[in-house]
C-alpha cells in the first residue's frame, strides 16, 4: 500500500522509480526526495467520447501524474481522507472524491444510465451525483475525500443496504443499485434532504459511507 495516513486529513505516499500516481491537482502539500509532478488529462476505458460527455456534464477532475523517488503528502480542502484498498476489482467513484490512487489501476469511465438504466440518469439528476463517474480497476489503493470520516458498509447476498444519497462517496464489487422512494421518520420531522429518495444497493461487495449530507 502506497498511502499512510498521518492523520484524518493527511497520507503520505511512497513514489518509486518506475512507478506512476495520480493525484488531484492542488492536493500536494509537501514532498520529499526526486519528484516530478505533470498536468495529466485522462479520458479513460470510454475514449474521447467518455471525456467529451464528462466535460459537458461538467464532472472532468484535472488530474497530476506524480513519478520519482520519495514522499509526496496528500491533503485537499480540509476533507477527511480514507484510504480504499482494491482487490483486484471495481472501484465506483465520483471524480471529485479522489484525493490520488495507484497508477496500477485501469481508469475508465461510466454512464450512470448504463449500470442503473433510466433510474441511474434519474438519480444523477434528483441526488445530485454525478451522470458520469469514474471506475478505478485492478489492485492498488485508492484515497478518496469526504466529509466527517467515512465508515465501510459490507453489501452481502440478501443483505441489501440503503444509503442516502447525499451520504453515499463509493461502492466496489458485485452490485446492483437502483434509487427508492424513502419516506420516513426524516422527512416527517423535516430533516431528511427534501427528495425523500435512497440508494438500494444490493449484490456482493461494499458501500462507502460519510458522516454528513454535504457535498464536495
Given at each position: 500500500?502506497?498511502?499512510?495516513?498521518?492523520?484524518?486529513?493527511?497520507?503520505?505516499?511512497?513514489?518509486?522509480?518506475g512507478?506512476?500516481?495520480?493525484?488531484?491537482?492542488?492536493?500536494?502539500?509537501?514532498?520529499?526526495?526526486?519528484v516530478?509532478?505533470?498536468?495529466?488529462?485522462?479520458?479513460?476505458?470510454?475514449?474521447?467520447?467518455?471525456?467529451?460527455?464528462?466535460?459537458?456534464?461538467?464532472?472532468?477532475?484535472?488530474?497530476?501524474?506524480?513519478?520519482?523517488?520519495?514522499?509526496?503528502?496528500?491533503?485537499?480542502?480540509?476533507?477527511?481522507?480514507?484510504?480504499?484498498?482494491?482487490?483486484?476489482?471495481?472501484?465506483?467513484?465520483?471524480?471529485?472524491?479522489?484525493?490520488?490512487?495507484?497508477?496500477?489501476?485501469?481508469?475508465?469511465?461510466m454512464?450512470?444510465?448504463?449500470?442503473g438504466?433510466?433510474?441511474?440518469?434519474?438519480?444523477?439528476?434528483?441526488?445530485?451525483?454525478g451522470?458520469?463517474?469514474?471506475?478505478?480497476?485492478?489492485?492498488?489503493a485508492v484515497?478518496?475525500?469526504?466529509?466527517?470520516?467515512?465508515?465501510?458498509?459490507?453489501?452481502?447476498p440478501?443483505?441489501?443496504?440503503?444509503?442516502?444519497?447525499?451520504?453515499?462517496?463509493?461502492?466496489?464489487g458485485?452490485?446492483?443499485?437502483k434509487?427508492s422512494?424513502?419516506?420516513?421518520?426524516?422527512?416527517?420531522?423535516?430533516?431528511?434532504?427534501?427528495?425523500?429518495?435512497?440508494?438500494e444497493l444490493?449484490?456482493?461487495g461494499?458501500?462507502?459511507?460519510?458522516?454528513?449530507?454535504?457535498?464536495?
Amino acid at each position: 500500500m502506497p498511502f499512510r495516513e498521518i492523520n484524518s486529513k493527511m497520507v503520505e505516499a511512497t513514489v518509486v522509480p518506475g512507478q506512476k500516481m495520480f493525484s488531484q491537482r492542488g492536493a500536494m502539500l509537501a514532498y520529499r526526495g526526486e519528484v516530478a509532478f505533470t498536468p495529466n488529462i485522462q479520458s479513460g476505458q470510454g475514449g474521447m467520447m467518455s471525456m467529451i460527455g464528462r466535460r459537458m456534464a461538467n464532472e472532468a477532475t484535472p488530474l497530476m501524474t506524480v513519478e520519482g523517488n520519495g514522499t509526496v503528502m496528500f491533503g485537499h480542502g480540509g476533507h477527511h481522507i480514507h484510504v480504499i484498498n482494491l482487490p483486484g476489482d471495481t472501484l465506483y467513484v465520483e471524480a471529485d472524491r479522489l484525493l490520488a490512487f495507484d497508477g496500477t489501476l485501469q481508469q475508465g469511465t461510466m454512464f450512470m444510465g448504463s449500470q442503473g438504466g433510466v433510474m441511474g440518469m434519474v438519480r444523477g439528476q434528483v441526488t445530485g451525483q454525478g451522470l458520469f463517474t469514474t471506475t478505478l480497476t485492478g489492485h492498488g489503493a485508492v484515497a478518496v475525500m469526504a466529509h466527517g470520516g467515512v465508515i465501510e458498509l459490507p453489501i452481502t447476498p440478501g443483505r441489501d443496504v440503503h444509503v442516502d444519497p447525499q451520504a453515499y462517496v463509493a461502492h466496489h464489487g458485485q452490485v446492483r443499485n437502483k434509487l427508492s422512494t424513502a419516506l420516513g421518520w426524516r422527512e416527517m420531522v423535516g430533516r431528511g434532504s427534501g427528495e425523500g429518495f435512497q440508494l438500494e444497493l444490493s449484490g456482493s461487495g461494499a458501500v462507502y459511507v460519510q458522516a454528513s449530507e454535504e457535498k464536495l
